[in-house]
T-cell receptor, first 115, second 111 residues
């Protein structure tokens, strides 16, 4: 158990809908990272927040947005869902904002299925 | 563009043998590399990392080798055990705050 929690574990929805994925980092960790893992694209970095502020941005679509709240949990919002958005979404956390200073601990993921 | 790739999608080894998983990267600015293990139904788990000022780093039963000349790194697992069966990813960091992951190699350990 990494100490990172993600809810829900599974999510099934229809095209055009909007969903929110939630992540609670390990106690004391200030950084939260979101990743998308699909069969054809592998594990792709989406976005990082550090202590409530956006720190780095990856291949995140404009239909997707994220935020980190004062209690440090984070939410990833996916809107106007398409079939291709079906994937595993992982959250990771680390103590600092520097990817090389502290290892990232991954949560168990949320499996999103868009029908 | 930036990319990290793995040479083989699947590696099958006998229990007790040594395993070698390879990874090629293309961004010469990358100076930090990490190996992750992902078991079925779980998130990636950190195994070992190496900085570009090193050629080799050893952990418990694992060794990572970095060859900057040919932009190649490998993960060696000694005395492979059934519990080592998983997908292994290499990732690179060019100090942009973004980890770039390879496609992954599935390691199958035969009893």
């Amino acid at each position: 158990d990494s100490g990172v929690t993600q809810t829900p574990k599974h999510l099934i929805t229809a095209t055009g809908q909007r969903v929110t994925l939630r992540c609670s980092p390990r106690s004391g960790d200030l950084s939260v990272y979101w990743y998308q893992q699909s069969l054809d694209q592998g594990l792709q970095f989406l976005i990082q927040y550090y202590n409530g502020e956006e720190r780095a941005k990856g291949n995140i679509l404009e239909r997707f947005s994220a935020q980190q709240f004062p209690d440090l949990h984070s939410e990833l919002n996916l809107s106007s869902l398409e079939l291709g958005d079906s994937a595993l979404y992982f959250c990771a956390s680390s103590a600092s904002g520097n990817t090389r200073a502290n290892e990232q601990f991954f949560g168990p993921g949320t499996r999103l299925t868009v029908l | 563009g930036e990319s990290v790739g793995l040479h083989l999608p699947t590696l099958s080894v006998q229990e007790g043998d040594n395993s070698i998983i390879n990874c090629a990267y293309s961004n010469s600015a990358s100076d930090y590399f990490i190996w992750y293990k992902q078991e079925s139904g779980k998130g990636p788990q950190f195994i070992i990392d190496i900085r570009s000022n090193m050629d080799k780093r050893q952990g418990q039963r694992v060794t990572v080798l970095l060859n900057k000349t040919v932009k190649h790194l490998s993960l060696q697992i000694a005395a492979t055990q059934p519990g080592d069966s998983a997908v292994y990813f290499c990732a690179e960091d060019s100090n942009t705050g973004k980890l770039i992951f390879g496609q992954g190699t599935t390691l199958q350990v035969k009893p």
